[in-house]
């Protein structure tokens, strides 16, 4: 079981360092003034957006991730299930910006 622990928080910190990679991509290829495409509906319609908002995505993540981790250490021997909850939490919270920065740089091509 610690194996697989393990090797999910390498999942974890693998999925930020991508995003994180993936945004600064896409930062080095605007300019200063030049919007960034977030998301584009079905009608064609693109929600635009400073090049300064793509850091936010990733350090929110990452914020929420380290709150969770040392909430689910402080359960980890009174609420065994809650703790467990928190964890996978946590993988959902990495897997979710990961998409979203994948998101953002296909957009951008």
Do not use: C, E
């Amino acid at each position: 079981m610690k194996n697989k622990l393990q090797k999910s928080w390498i999942l974890l910190g693998a999925s930020f360092v991508i995003s994180i990679f993936l945004n600064w991509l896409v930062y080095r290829k605007t300019g200063p003034n030049f919007p960034v495409i977030f998301r584009s509906n079905d009608f064609g319609i693109n929600f635009l957006g400073n090049r300064n908002l793509l850091w936010q995505i990733p350090v929110l993540g990452i914020i929420f991730v380290y709150i969770n981790y040392w909430l689910s250490r402080i359960f980890q021997h009174s609420d065994k299930n809650l703790s467990n909850l928190l964890f996978f939490a946590n993988i959902g919270v990495a897997v979710l910006i990961f998409l979203i920065s994948a998101q953002i740089y296909i957009l951008n091509r």
